[in-house]
């Protein structure tokens, strides 16, 4: 297997640059900050995924035309993210403009001033957005799971936050969030692709030297594990919908190995995956059937996603409960077992193959556990894998008794 040739360089600042050669043509920049929407506070939930769209609307070089711009006029990509633990900048881009990227986003992270005007402006955009995750039912129905698989925690908020609080974030809200969460033992920085590594560093270590240096990031109590429920609810869909889910392993479990392939098996991307298998193939009961893990710092869930015509509906529900009852029962046979390996490996590779992937992946990945593996050696931790290793996470977290379910029945 060939080694993620990834160099991990500390700048002076104490922020971390992964650099990746690449002989395409093609450069990729991703900036990382741990700063998500799990470090809010309680009052100024959606804060942080409106501060990823503000900042784009002026800094103290720049003017919202420039910036949006910048890249586009030379074919290149500009675009953030927010998620439950991080916010993430990144660009895509010809390799010539490699430092056309750098400093634009590296203006954008220090240099951001957020016009009250514009400010005003982008509120109304994002209550539009939240109004159309409110159109989307599957949208709606995993926001409304993690609020009640999370309450009272703020893993449960959701992401956009809601009409009243993001009416009221404020200029100081953003920029008191910029000082708290942008600095530079923060920021992992992500780079595939043609440029010099020397050069990348020393115009990094340029742009990046006034940037504050130390984050005071405190991590909330871990969520109580939730009292299972089963909630029922009429919606105006043309489809009915129901998420399964339960407890799942942190980040930093040893267990997450075995659970990735386990949820991969159960219900991953392949059209063999025994859900599909079941569900779709052999009963033609449902369009839409897939189960996913998600982890986080302290604590992870998966979960089962249907989607069906209404009078298919708890049929549905009934085969995937039983694919999970013969998992929490049997766990894998060897066979199941090595195949699955050979399956969700080689989707690890084929994804690998991608470098915007590659990017974000390997700037995730230093964010949490501040190292990189090699493709070799992750190799190697799924393929030491056992049964008996199986057949424990499936005893632990697919427990009948532990399972909540939400499902949006159609009216």
Known sequence: MKENNAEIITLSNGSRLC??????????????????????????VGLAHFLEH?????????????????????????NAYTAKEE????????????????????????????????????KEVIIDEINSYKDSPVDKMMDEFDALFYPNHPLGNNILGSKKTVKAFTKKDLLDFV?????????????????????????????????????????????VTVTPFEIRKKESNY?????????????????RSAMHLIINYLGGPAMNSRLNLSIREKYGLAYHVEANYNSYEDTGFWGVLLSSDAKNLNKSIELAKKELQILY?????????KKSKYQF????SIGWEQNSSKAL??????????????????????????????FAVCQKYLHPEKLSMLVYENK
């Not at 070799?376 to 049964?387: A, D, G, P, W």
């Open 329 to 337: 029962d049997k766990g894998m046979t060897p066979l199941q077992l």
């Open 19 to 44: 650099y990746v050669k690449s002989n395409s043509r093609v450069g990729h920049l991703a900036f990382f900050f741990k700063a998500g929407s799990r470090w809010e506070g309680a009052n100024k």
């Open 239 to 255: 489809q009915s919908h129901a998420i399964l889910g339960a407890d799942a392993p942190n980040y930093r479990d040893d267990e």
């Open 179 to 223: 000082a708290t969460f942008f600095t530079a033992e923060n920021l992992v920085i992500s780079y595939v692709g043609n440029y010099s590594k020397s050069k990348l560093i020393e115009k990094a270590e340029e742009k990046l030297k006034d940037m504050p240096r130390n984050a005071n990031i405190v991590l909330e109590s871990p969520p």
């Open 361 to 390: 992946g390997n700037g995730k990945t230093l964010l949490v556990f501040n190292k990189l593996d090699s493709l070799e050696e992750i190799y190697k931790k799924f393929e030491s894998v056992t049964c008996e290793e199986i």
């Open 54 to 78: 503000c900042i784009f609307k002026g800094t103290t070089k720049r003017s919202a035309l420039n910036i949006l711009s910048r890249l586009d006029e030379v074919g290149g990509d500009l």
């Open 345 to 348: 490996l080689s989707q690890l």
């Open 87 to 122: 916010i993430c900048l990144h660009a895509t881009f010809l390799n010539r403009y490699t430092m056309r990227a750098l400093d634009l986003m590296s203006d954008l992270v220090q240099n951001s001033t957020f016009p009250e005007k514009e400010i005003e402006k982008e």
